[in-house]
C-alpha cells in the first residue's frame, strides 16, 4: 500500500507513554479478561465493556493527551490514513466533521466509560473518537490469523470511521432504539451486525476512492485488497468464536460471518459508493 508522503493531520491525540491508573496495576488481568469474554462471547458492545471496567476500575483515568501528529512511523501511519479517510467522506457526505483519533496503551477514559485495549479498536459515539492501541495489530495477526499488510491495518481504522459517518447520519441511533424494542437478544444483534457490515462496506467505498483523495500520495497496490479481505475473514464473529470458546454460537454474533464482512468489504470496493451500503434490507 502507497501513504509515504501522504497529507498528515488525522486530528490525533497521542497518549501513548500516559499512566493509565489502575490498568497497569491489580486487577488489570481481571478486566482485559472481562472485556475479552463480553466482545468474543457474549457479543457485548464496545460502550457496554467501557461501562462495566470503569466500574470495575474504581474511577481510573488518563489524562489527555496532546493533539499533533506522530513521529514514529507507526502512529505516522494513523495519521496519514485518516487524514486520506476525512478527504474521501468531506467529498462525499455533506456536513461531514472528522473524528478524533486517540492514540493509547492499555486503556484509557473516553466518553463511553474506560476503554480497554483487549477491546480491539473502537469507535465511541458519544465523545465521537475512534480509539487505537496500535499494540492491537500484533494481536489481530498473531492470536487472529489476520493479514499484517498495511492495507489490512487501514481497513480496521476505516471501519472505525465507518461508525463515525453512522452517527452523523444518524443510522447509529436509529439502530439503537430498533435494538431497544426488540424482542430477543439474538432480535437486538442484528441491528448490531447491520451496523458492522455497513462499516465494512464504508471501509471498502474509501479504499475505492483513496487514490483520488486530495490529501494525495495514498493508494491501494496489487494484492492489498486479498490482504484486507484476509482480514475480514479472520475477524468475522464464527472465526473469531471457534478461536475463543471452540464453537459457533449464531445467537451471539453481533459484527457478522467471515463470509458476510468479506462480501461487504469487497461491494463496497467494487462500487466505490457509500449508497450501496444498505446492510438493512
Given at each position: ?7 498528515r493531520?488525522g486530528?490525533?491525540?497521542d497518549?501513548?507513554?500516559m499512566?493509565a491508573g489502575a490498568?497497569?496495576?491489580?486487577g488489570?488481568?481481571?478486566?482485559i479478561?472481562?472485556a ?5 462471547v457474549?457479543?457485548?458492545e464496545p460502550?457496554?465493556i ?7 476500575q ?12 506522530p513521529?514514529?512511523e507507526a502512529?505516522?501511519f ?21 473524528p478524533?483519533v486517540v ?9 463511553c466509560?474506560f476503554g480497554?485495549s ?6 465511541c459515539?458519544?465523545?465521537q473518537?475512534?480509539y487505537l ?12 490469523g489476520?493479514?499484517?499488510a498495511?492495507?489490512?491495518r ?20 436509529q439502530?439503537?432504539q ?8 439474538e ?12 462499516a ?14 486530495s ?10 485488497l ?6 475480514a ?14 464453537h459457533?454460537?449464531?445467537?451471539n454474533?453481533?459484527?457478522g ?8 468489504l469487497?461491494?463496497?470496493?467494487d ?11
Amino acid at each position: 500500500m502507497k501513504w509515504q508522503g501522504g497529507r498528515r493531520g488525522g486530528n490525533i491525540e497521542d497518549r501513548r507513554g500516559m499512566s493509565a491508573g489502575a490498568v497497569a496495576g491489580g486487577g488489570g488481568i481481571g478486566v482485559i479478561i472481562i472485556a475479552l469474554i463480553g466482545y468474543f462471547v457474549f457479543g457485548m458492545e464496545p460502550q457496554q465493556i467501557a461501562e462495566i471496567t470503569s466500574q470495575q476500575q474504581g474511577g481510573a483515568s488518563q489524562q489527555a493527551g496532546v493533539e499533533g501528529t506522530p513521529e514514529d512511523e507507526a502512529g505516522l501511519f494513523v495519521d496519514v490514513i485518516g487524514a486520506n479517510i476525512n478527504d474521501v467522506w468531506g467529498g462525499a457526505l455533506e456536513g461531514y466533521t472528522p473524528p478524533r483519533v486517540v492514540l493509547y496503551e492499555q486503556g484509557t477514559d473516553t466518553g463511553c466509560g474506560f476503554g480497554q485495549s483487549a477491546m480491539g479498536p473502537f469507535y465511541c459515539p458519544a465523545d465521537q473518537s475512534v480509539y487505537l492501541d496500535l499494540g492491537f495489530w500484533r494481536d489481530m495477526e498473531t492470536q487472529l490469523g489476520a493479514s499484517g499488510a498495511e492495507f489490512a491495518r487501514a481497513y480496521v481504522i476505516a471501519h472505525e470511521f465507518g461508525h463515525h459517518v453512522q452517527t452523523l447520519t444518524g443510522a447509529s441511533q436509529q439502530a439503537r432504539q430498533a435494538q431497544q424494542q426488540a424482542r430477543s437478544q439474538e432480535e437486538a444483534n442484528q441491528y448490531s451486525i447491520a451496523l458492522e457490515l455497513q462499516a465494512d462496506c464504508y471501509a471498502g467505498f474509501w479504499a475505492a476512492n483513496a487514490a483520488s483523495a486530495s490529501s494525495g500520495a495514498v493508494a491501494l497496490e496489487p494484492g492489498d485488497l486479498e490482504e484486507g479481505l484476509k482480514t475480514a475473514n479472520a475477524i468475522g464473529d464464527d472465526m473469531i468464536q471457534k478461536r475463543t470458546q471452540g464453537h459457533v454460537t449464531p445467537e451471539n454474533f453481533t459484527h457478522g460471518t467471515a463470509e458476510q464482512r468479506m462480501t461487504w468489504l469487497r461491494r463496497g470496493y467494487d462500487s466505490g459508493d457509500p449508497n450501496v451500503c444498505n446492510t438493512s434490507n
